[in-house]
């Protein structure tokens, strides 16, 4: 078992230096778009299907629970990001700030479980979701990464397109900080989801769903920029 190896190994991990941890970062999000018909095997016309019934419960009378939900969920198993609910909602309201927070808590709250199903559940659990998005190649590098700097890496998968959900699971799997996991989780999906959301609100819907569609290439960039930043100074 590839997994088991790894956490086996976990301890016997050299230090390297700062931009090996950024380009294993970088090599594991481009194998994750190199895999994206294996990744996504839900359908497109699913998947369409799916943000149209998203759509419709935004201007529903239980859109804040559905918001909540969906984003709890999201940070687990579920493909479709909360960003799509979020979005339509806040053409209707001006609690930009309030959604937002809303859309953080929930989805750190499912990232918290997420971890515990990683710790104790991931044979029964957390294996069938990591194989159903493909993602077991990338589970072998995420535990290096976690023992050369488990901080930046969960930060950098909860602000970027870098599937969240399988370093939920991962965390837990590798045994990482709980404290760690959930302040870099915190400040990840509170960035992400806090700038998706004031630009949804102050430039209104077009635009907010132009700012998510080049959100994913936006949070690369800065993610890279803050860890760059924080090696050099």
Request: proline share 4%; net charge neutral; charged share 20%.
């Amino acid at each position: 078992n590839v997994l088991v190896k790894v956490k086996k190994n976990i301890k016997d991990i050299e230090d390297k230096n700062s931009f090996k941890e950024i380009e294993k970062v970088i090599e594991i999000e481009k194998e994750v778009n190199d895999h994206d018909e294996e990744v996504n095997q839900i359908s497109d016309s699913f998947k369409i299907k799916i943000r149209e019934w998203l759509l419709r419960h935004a201007e529903g009378p239980h859109f804040k629970a559905w918001l909540a939900f969906i984003s709890f969920i999201e940070a687990i198993f579920f493909p479709i990001p909360p960003d799509l609910l979020l979005i339509p909602i806040l053409m209707h309201s001006t609690r930009w700030v309030y959604y937002a927070f809303l859309t953080t808590a929930t989805s750190v709250f499912g990232g918290v479980v997420g971890y515990f199903i990683g710790m104790f559940l991931f044979d029964v659990v957390g294996e069938p979701i990591i194989r159903i998005y493909a993602l077991e190649a990338q589970m072998e590098k995420v535990g290096t990464v976690f023992a050369q700097n488990a901080f930046l890496a969960i930060f950098i998968s909860a602000f970027t397109p870098i599937p969240y959900k399988a370093f939920t699971l991962s965390a837990g799997f590798f045994n990482i900080s709980l404290p760690v996991f959930i302040v870099a989780s915190i400040i990840g999906r509170g960035l992400r989801f806090f700038i998706v959301a004031f630009f949804a609100q102050k430039f209104g819907r077009a635009l907010g769903v132009l700012i998510f569609k080049y959100f994913n290439i936006a949070s690369v960039l800065i993610a890279l920029g803050i860890i760059l930043f924080i090696i050099l100074f």
